[in-house]
T-cell receptor, first 115, second 111 residues
Framework: DQQVKQNSPSLSVQEGRISILNCDYT??????FLWYKKYPAEGPTFLISISSIKDKNEDGRFTVFLNKSAKHLSLHIVPSQPGDSAVYFCAAPPESGGSNYKLTFGKGTLLTVNP | GAGVSQSPSNKVTEKGKDVELRCDPISGHTALYWYRQSLGQGLEFLIYFQGNSAPDKSGLPSDRFSAERTGGSVSTLTIQRTQQEDSAVYLC?????????FGPGTRLLVL
C-alpha cells in the first residue's frame, strides 16, 4: 500500500516554462514532506521541504504547495532549466515525527527540460 | 568536502552468492540509513542506525539481509544467498540527524 504516490512517471517541458510535479499521500498524520532530486548514477539530494502547518514554501525557482484537504502537494519549478532534468522524489517521514528516518518515498517523476 | 561514499559502485554476482556493500557516512553524522531502489520503484527503507542505539531493522525484507555499523561510522550491508529479486540500487544515507545525505549507491545485479 503506497502512502506516497507520484502518478506521473515522466514530464517533459520546454526551457523557461513552468514544471509542475505532483504527489499525493494517504496518511493525514504526516508532519512534513520533502522533495529530493536525483541525477543518473548519483544519490538523491535534498531539494526543498514543507511543514504540514504551511501551505507554501519557496526557495528560489522552487516552490512547494501543500493542499492538506486534498492530501496533495506539488513542486513548481519556474523558469525550468535543462539542468533541472532529473528524477524528482516526493517523500514523507513517519507520522510519529521526531527524527525523520524511515522516509517513505514515491516512485519518482522523470523531468526532462528541453532547450 | 567529502560526502557519503559507497563501494563498490557496481556489483554483479551469481544467484546464491553472498555480497557485502559498504557505506562511509559523512564524518560526524550519527545517523545512517540503508535504502534500496528496485527497477520502477521508489526508495524502500531497509535499516537505520542512530548512535549506539539498537538499529531499526524493520525494513529488511528477509533474514538473508543484515547490516552492521562499526565504531559508529562505516556500515556494511550483507546479503546472503542472493536471489535475482535482490537486484536493485542500494543507497546509503547519513544525517546529524536532520536532512539525509545520500551516497551514489551500489548497483547490484544478481544473475
Amino acid at each position: 500500500d503506497q502512502q506516497v504516490k507520484q502518478n506521473s512517471p515522466s514530464l517533459s517541458v520546454q526551457e523557461g516554462r513552468i514544471s509542475i510535479l505532483n504527489c499525493d499521500y494517504t496518511n493525514s498524520m504526516f508532519d512534513y514532506f520533502l522533495w529530493y532530486k536525483k541525477y543518473p548514477a548519483e544519490g538523491p539530494t535534498f531539494l526543498i521541504s514543507i511543514s504540514s502547518i504551511k501551505d507554501k514554501n519557496e526557495d528560489g525557482r522552487f516552490t512547494v504547495f501543500l493542499n492538506k484537504s486534498a492530501k496533495h502537494l506539488s513542486l513548481h519549478i519556474v523558469p525550468s532549466q535543462p539542468g533541472d532534468s532529473a528524477v524528482y522524489f516526493c517523500a514523507a517521514p513517519p507520522e510519529s515525527g521526531g527524527s525523520n528516518y524511515k522516509l517513505t518515498f514515491g516512485k519518482g517523476t522523470l523531468l526532462t527540460v528541453n532547450p | 568536502g567529502a560526502g557519503v561514499s559507497q563501494s563498490p559502485s557496481n556489483k554483479v554476482t551469481e544467484k546464491g552468492k553472498d555480497v557485502e556493500l559498504r557505506c562511509d557516512p559523512i564524518s560526524g553524522h550519527t545517523a545512517l540509513y540503508w535504502y534500496r531502489q528496485s527497477l520502477g520503484q521508489g526508495l524502500e527503507f531497509l535499516i537505520y542506525f542512530q548512535g549506539n542505539s539498537a538499529p531499526d531493522k524493520s525494513g529488511l525484507p528477509s533474514d538473508r539481509f543484515s547490516a552492521e555499523r562499526t565504531g559508529g561510522s562505516v556500515s556494511t550491508l550483507t546479503i546472503q544467498r542472493t536471489q535475482q529479486e535482490d537486484s536493485a540500487v542500494y543507497l546509503c544515507a547519513s544525517s546529524l540527524p536532520g536532512t539525509q545525505y545520500f551516497g551514489p549507491g551500489t548497483r547490484l545485479l544478481v544473475l
